[in-house]
T-cell receptor, first 113, second 111 residues
Framework: DVKVTQSSRYLVKRTGEKVFLECVQDMDHENMFWYRQDPGLGLRLIYFSYDVKMKEKGDIPEGYSVSREKKERFSLILESASTNQTSMYLC????????????FGPGTRLTVT | GESVGLHLPTLSVQEGDNSIINCAYSNSASDYFIWYKQESGKGPQFIIDIRSNMDKRQGQRVTVLLNKTVKHLSLQIAATQPGDSAVYFCAENMGGFKTIFGAGTRLFVKA
């Protein structure tokens, strides 16, 4: 059974803190994605990676960075958390041949106070 | 008052009835269309997809219809069950890495 796991389900951080969200997939997928999900806005792509050490900006990369040192792991970093980054963060992965079929983790609900 | 954009469209159906969830997509160049289901507390889960050269595709209890003329996509769920209660997202992809997701529709199934 395919699996995407995220390091935390719930996280509370203070404004200005550096925040790390980690995602691991066990399907040997080439592609990994980070989205944020806000009510009524659907999922918005922050960053994606199509290979180890490769990354591409999505639609809303400002205030975020990513790291992919190993194929199975994709980290999202908030350099200096702000209250407008309070959101649900979803990680996903996909096989190279079918990038449109993505497998999602359970999400991390981040609250920045 | 609250912005309309913060409220998800909602569909309420009786258990056993058929459900139809509609979606308007934006890009005529989109090549793949996908439906995802998101249950409470979980990430979205792939349900079914359809390529732009098709009008209809059937899965287990689900059918997706594509009307490219009016850029409309629908998901039909037969004999809706309580376990079908979730938020349903349509998504479009132009064949690359980027998938554009809709805002979602919340389906309530009444017992």
């Amino acid at each position: 059974d395919v699996k995407v796991t995220q390091s935390s389900r719930y996280l509370v951080k203070r404004t200005g803190e550096k925040v790390f969200l980690e995602c691991v997939q066990d399907m040997d997928h080439e592609n990994m994605f980070w989205y944020r999900q806000d009510p009524g806005l659907g999922l918005r792509l922050i960053y994606f990676s199509y290979d180890v050490k490769m990354k591409e900006k999505g639609d809303i990369p400002e205030g975020y960075s990513v790291s992919r040192e190993k194929k199975e792991r994709f980290s999202l970093i908030l350099e200096s958390a702000s209250t407008n980054q309070t959101s649900m963060y979803l990680c996903a992965s996909s096989h190279n041949a079918g990038a449109y079929e993505q497998y999602f983790g359970p999400g991390t609900r981040l609250t920045v106070t | 008052g609250e912005s309309v954009g913060l409220h998800l469209p909602t569909l309420s159906v009786q258990e056993g009835d058929n459900s139809i969830i509609n979606c308007a997509y934006s890009n005529s160049a989109s090549d793949y269309f996908i439906w995802y289901k998101q249950e409470s507390g979980k990430g979205p889960q792939f349900i079914i997809d359809i390529r732009s050269n098709m009008d209809k595709r059937q899965g287990q209890r689900v059918t997706v219809l594509l009307n490219k003329t009016v850029k409309h996509l629908s998901l039909q769920i037969a004999a809706t069950q309580p376990g079908d209660s979730a938020v349903y997202f349509c998504a479009e992809n132009m064949g690359g890495f980027k998938t554009i997701f809709g805002a979602g529709t919340r389906l309530f199934v009444k017992a």
